[in-house]
């Protein structure tokens, strides 16, 4: 069995950092494809970042130039560095990954909290 596990979220200032984590844990399995949605309280999920295993990133507008998407390959995990932080940042994230075991299926993380206050 594979689960991502997210960590990171929190409470911080407009124009505060936060970093969040997201590490795949199992056996048998080799991750392609890793992205952080998010979904806001009364909105549908949005996709903000991805990168593919070859490091190739891409980003919403309304993130792009404040937040960073990466990835260590060795550990299974993805990161989203989230710098100059606004008050409509405030959501749920969400991590997830395309994983390779006999197939190719979607996972999702658990979700973590991000809030930020004016």
């Known amino acids: 069995q594979v689960q991502l596990v997210e960590s990171g979220g929190g409470l911080v200032q407009a124009g505060g950092s936060l970093r969040l984590s997201c590490a795949a844990s199992?056996?048998?399995?080799?991750?392609?494809?890793m992205a952080w949605h998010r979904q806001a309280p009364g909105k549908q999920r949005e996709l903000v970042a991805s990168?593919?295993?070859?490091?190739?990133?891409n980003y919403d507008g309304s993130v792009k130039g404040r937040f960073t998407i990466s990835r260590d390959n060795a550990k299974n995990t993805v990161f989203l560095q989230m710098t100059s932080l606004k008050p409509e940042d405030t959501a749920v994230y969400y991590c997830y990954a395309v994983i390779m075991r006999s197939y190719e299926s979607p996972y999702w993380g658990q979700g973590t909290q991000v809030t930020v206050s004016s």
């Open positions: 990168i593919t295993s070859g490091g190739r990133t």
């Open positions: 199992g056996s048998g399995f080799s991750v392609k494809d």
